[in-house]
Structures are given as structure tokens and as C-alpha cells.
């Protein structure tokens, strides 16, 4: 007999041969099903997501985790407005990239197929394990999740109500397989499953991330941590600039696209930097800056060295002031993790500068960083960000969850 793991990964790889044949239609219509049914059961999961949150306070996890935590009925009817566009966006498997006819007359071509078992390893955030599940069934994969011991009694009911939908449309339920095991050892066991599972994407905690990608034996796709800034331009609009900040640092802390750091200006930071610091502060958001920030605001206190690399995930933000726009470039660009970076200027000519010389996965002028999202993208939902450079970056939508195959069609030709 083979382990808990192996049977998984064994039941996924034969389900994952099934989800390659159906069609766009057939899989349009289970998306749709399986919307319908976390409607029907939201106050199920609603309560099995309480004993997460009660067992989290219990444990002393702060409130910016405990918000990616939580589940609503607006966040359970998010969830299935993903899956809803995820049936309404064009399908990319089959789709042919491109056919050449060679000297010879054998026209070679490319098209997409399907990954084949896609494992994802996640902390947290419950909704991830619907949005893995559409993402991955409309591309034609199986997907193994293991979810966070946090949030294991939330990811029981999602992946139950998903079950309930596939059975009633009559689809293989081992296209979605929930790891109920939560200790390390499944874990260390997933990331050495080669042959079985195709591909596997971590998301979560820099430590998380860190593990699988140093001790797996499955081709990762990394989705990385976001340590990401705003960069306040000399001559940039004070009210933009501090909406902008106040936004990408508050609206949600707890994500990786929330701003963890200001850059600002010197030209800008008289005038600017007390707009910015005001907004922070009615959210209570400690403020950690330079000697140069805490000399225009009492309310900055000092920041250390690791402060400009740090995540925090929290009400807490570094505050940089540099002399020119190059100095803020490097400084980003030796901090940042490659995630989401952005711009407040008026200056058409340094927000070219910067989208052309920042090395991040999405880098915006004069918008939040809060944006990088497959939703907010038109995506549907997405699988994660990745921050590597190989296969996928950014927010991960339909394609990033294909291959290709070469195609090749001939009238009898042989090679000489």
C-alpha cells in the first residue's frame, strides 16, 4: 500500500486524464454549477469558518492575517462571481499559436494543453481554494490543495460544496483533492512527488515559499512575497500622492500587494509627506522612516536597515527620502521582491524611466499597487503571482495554468 500522499497524487493523475477531454462547454457548465453551490451552502461555510477565526484569535494571530482569514457572504459571493467569469473568458486549451509549412510540405504548429496535476501548498485565505479549483478545472488539470491548518475547517466545506456540484453534473470529483493531513510531513511528501504532480505553486509566507522552492523535486512556479513601494515623484499632485499611499497601505494590509514602503522625493516631501502621514495615522499605521522623513514629521519613528526589506503584512510602513528619481530606482530596485511597484508623477518622461527600469512583475504610474490581482485584471480569480521569470509573472490567470506541444502534419514525408 502506498502512503496517504501517493493515493492522492495517484487519484488526481487519473482524474486529470478525464479533465483533459471535456470541452469548454461541459467545463463552462460546471464552473457555473459549482458557483451556484457555494451560494447554496454559504451558511455552511460560513459556519465552519468561524472555528477557524475562533481557534486563530485563541492563538493570538494578528488582525491582518485574520482578515485574509475570514470569509462573508460578500466574500463567499466574490468567490463565485470569480468562477462566473471564469466560464464567461475564452478558453486557451487547443488553442493553436501558430502552423508553418516547411520546405518539405510538413506544417508544424504549437498548441496549448493542459498542465496535468497542479499541486498548490497556501496558508490561509480560503478563497484561494475556489479560485485554484476554477482556474484549474477550465484549463483542463487536477489539483491537489493543502491549505493552512488555519483555515482547514473553511477549506473542508469549500472543497465539499465544490464536490457536491461536480457530483451532480456528473464530473469526476477527484478533480479537486483537499490535503486533510496538515502536518509537515505531507507537506515534505507533496514536494517530492515527481512524476505525480506536474507542477507546484506555494503561496503564502516568505518561509513557506522559501521551503518549497529550495526542497522540491516538482517544477515550482514561485509566487513571491511583496515588499512593495510607492514612490512619490518630485512635482507629483499632494492629493493623488496621499490617496494613492493611504489606499495601497490600508485597503487591505494583510495581502502581498499592500504598499510596505514610501519613497519620496526630497522636492516632495515637505509638502507632501504631512498629507501622507496624516492619512497613516488615522489608521494607526506605525510609521518607520530615515532621518531625513522623521525631521518633517514626530509622528515617523526610526527605521533600522532590515526595515527597507521587510513584509509586514501589518500596520506598519518604511519611509524613504531620496534626492532624485535614479536613487529611488536603486533603492526599490535592491529592496523590493519583485512584485508590485508604482509611480506618482506628473512627469511623463520619469514615469517611462521608471516602468522601463524597475524590476518587478507590475509596476504602475499614478495607480495603487493594490491592483496587481487576476481579478481586478480581468482574470476571474487567479492561481497566484509569481515574481520568477520563467513560464509565468504577475498574476497567474488561464494561460499560466497551460503548456504547449508541437503539432506536426504531413502526407507520408520521411527524414533523409
Given at each position: 500500500?502506498?502512503?496517504?500522499?501517493?493515493?492522492?497524487?495517484?487519484?488526481?493523475?487519473?482524474?486529470?486524464?478525464?479533465?483533459?477531454?471535456?470541452?469548454?462547454?461541459?467545463?463552462?457548465?460546471?464552473?457555473?454549477?459549482?458557483?451556484?453551490?457555494?451560494?447554496?451552502?454559504?451558511?455552511?461555510?460560513?459556519?465552519?469558518?468561524?472555528?477557524?477565526?475562533?481557534?486563530?484569535?485563541?492563538?493570538?494571530?494578528?488582525?491582518?492575517?485574520?482578515?485574509?482569514?475570514?470569509?462573508?457572504?460578500?466574500?463567499?459571493?466574490?468567490?463565485?462571481?470569480?468562477?462566473?467569469?471564469?466560464?464567461?473568458?475564452?478558453?486557451?486549451?487547443?488553442?493553436?499559436?501558430?502552423?508553418?509549412?516547411?520546405?518539405?510540405?510538413?506544417?508544424?504548429?504549437?498548441?496549448?494543453?493542459?498542465?496535468?496535476?497542479?499541486?498548490?501548498?497556501?496558508?490561509?485565505?480560503?478563497?484561494?481554494?475556489?479560485?485554484?479549483?476554477?482556474?484549474?478545472?477550465?484549463?483542463?488539470?487536477?489539483?491537489?490543495?493543502?491549505?493552512?491548518?488555519?483555515?482547514?475547517?473553511?477549506?473542508?466545506?469549500?472543497?465539499?460544496?465544490?464536490?457536491?456540484?461536480?457530483?451532480?453534473?456528473?464530473?469526476?470529483?477527484?478533480?479537486?483533492?483537499?490535503?486533510?493531513?496538515?502536518?509537515?510531513?505531507?507537506?515534505?511528501?507533496?514536494?517530492?512527488?515527481?512524476?505525480?504532480?506536474?507542477?507546484?505553486?506555494?503561496?503564502?509566507?516568505?518561509?513557506?515559499?522559501?521551503?518549497?522552492?529550495?526542497?522540491?523535486?516538482?517544477?515550482?512556479?514561485?509566487?513571491?512575497?511583496?515588499?512593495?513601494?510607492?514612490?512619490?515623484?518630485?512635482?507629483?499632485?499632494?492629493?493623488?500622492?496621499?490617496?494613492?499611499?493611504?489606499?495601497?497601505?490600508?485597503?487591505?494590509?494583510?495581502?502581498?500587494?499592500?504598499?510596505?514602503?514610501?519613497?519620496?522625493?526630497?522636492?516632495?516631501?515637505?509638502?507632501i509627506l504631512p498629507r501622507i502621514v496624516s492619512k497613516l495615522k488615522a489608521h494607526n499605521v506605525e510609521m518607520r522612516g530615515d532621518e531625513r522623513a522623521r525631521a518633517i514629521s514626530e509622528d515617523i519613528i526610526p527605521a533600522s536597515e532590515?526595515?527597507?526589506?521587510?513584509?509586514?503584512?501589518?500596520?506598519?510602513?518604511?519611509?524613504?527620502?531620496?534626492?532624485?528619481?535614479?536613487?529611488?530606482?536603486?533603492?526599490?530596485?535592491?529592496?523590493?521582491?519583485?512584485?508590485?511597484?508604482?509611480?506618482?508623477?506628473?512627469?511623463?518622461?520619469?514615469?517611462?524611466?521608471?516602468?522601463?527600469?524597475?524590476?518587478?512583475?507590475?509596476?504602475?504610474?499614478?495607480?495603487?499597487?493594490?491592483?496587481?490581482?487576476?481579478?481586478?485584471?480581468?482574470?476571474?480569480?487567479?492561481?497566484?503571482?509569481?515574481?520568477?521569470?520563467?513560464?509565468?509573472?504577475?498574476?497567474?490567470?488561464?494561460?499560466?495554468?497551460?503548456?504547449?506541444?508541437?503539432?506536426?502534419?504531413?502526407?507520408?514525408?520521411?527524414?533523409?
Amino acid at each position: 500500500m502506498g502512503t496517504y500522499m501517493e493515493a492522492l497524487a495517484k487519484h488526481a493523475k487519473s482524474a486529470s486524464r478525464e479533465a483533459a477531454k471535456l470541452g469548454t462547454d461541459e467545463k463552462n457548465r460546471g464552473l457555473l454549477a459549482v458557483a451556484e453551490e457555494l451560494i447554496a451552502q454559504q451558511e455552511l461555510i460560513l459556519e465552519e469558518n468561524k472555528k477557524d477565526l475562533e481557534a486563530a484569535k485563541e492563538k493570538g494571530v494578528k488582525q491582518s492575517l485574520i482578515d485574509r482569514l475570514a470569509l462573508s457572504e460578500k466574500r463567499i459571493s466574490d468567490m463565485a462571481e470569480g468562477l462566473r467569469q471564469i466560464a464567461a473568458l475564452d478558453d486557451p486549451v487547443g488553442e493553436v499559436l501558430y502552423m508553418k509549412t516547411r520546405p518539405n510540405g510538413l506544417r508544424i504548429g504549437q498548441k496549448r494543453v493542459p498542465l496535468g496535476v497542479v499541486g498548490i501548498i497556501y496558508e490561509s485565505r480560503p478563497n484561494v481554494t475556489a479560485d485554484a479549483f476554477g482556474l484549474c478545472f477550465k484549463t483542463g488539470n487536477a489539483v491537489i490543495l493543502r491549505g493552512g491548518s488555519d483555515a482547514i475547517h473553511s477549506n473542508q466545506a469549500i472543497v465539499r460544496a465544490i464536490k457536491a456540484a461536480l457530483r451532480k453534473m456528473k464530473f469526476n470529483q477527484d478533480l479537486i483533492l483537499l490535503v486533510e493531513d496538515t502536518s509537515r510531513d505531507v507537506v515534505n511528501e507533496m514536494m517530492k512527488m515527481h512524476g505525480w504532480i506536474d507542477v507546484l505553486i506555494p503561496r503564502g509566507g516568505a518561509g513557506l515559499i522559501a521551503n518549497v522552492v529550495q526542497n522540491s523535486t516538482v517544477p515550482v512556479i514561485e509566487t513571491g512575497t511583496g515588499n512593495c513601494h510607492v514612490y512619490v515623484d518630485e512635482g507629483a499632485d499632494p492629493v493623488m500622492a496621499a490617496d494613492i499611499v493611504e489606499n495601497a497601505k490600508t485597503q487591505r494590509m494583510g495581502v502581498c500587494n499592500a504598499c510596505e514602503s514610501l519613497v519620496i522625493h526630497a522636492a516632495a516631501a515637505d509638502e507632501i509627506l504631512p498629507r501622507i502621514v496624516s492619512k497613516l495615522k488615522a489608521h494607526n499605521v506605525e510609521m518607520r522612516g530615515d532621518e531625513r522623513a522623521r525631521a518633517i514629521s514626530e509622528d515617523i519613528i526610526p527605521a533600522s536597515e532590515e526595515d527597507w526589506g521587510t513584509e509586514y503584512l501589518d500596520a506598519v510602513i518604511s519611509i524613504k527620502v531620496v534626492d532624485s528619481i535614479d536613487e529611488a530606482i536603486d533603492h526599490i530596485n535592491k529592496y523590493n521582491t519583485g512584485h508590485s511597484e508604482s509611480i506618482v508623477t506628473k512627469d511623463y518622461a520619469r514615469a517611462l524611466k521608471f516602468l522601463d527600469e524597475i524590476d518587478a512583475a507590475a509596476v504602475y504610474v499614478n495607480a495603487s499597487t493594490r491592483f496587481t490581482d487576476g481579478f481586478e485584471f480581468g482574470f476571474g480569480a487567479e492561481i497566484g503571482i509569481s515574481t520568477q521569470k520563467l513560464h509565468a509573472r504577475g498574476p497567474m490567470g488561464l494561460q499560466a495554468l497551460t503548456t504547449t506541444k508541437y503539432i506536426g502534419f504531413g502526407n507520408g514525408q520521411i527524414r533523409k
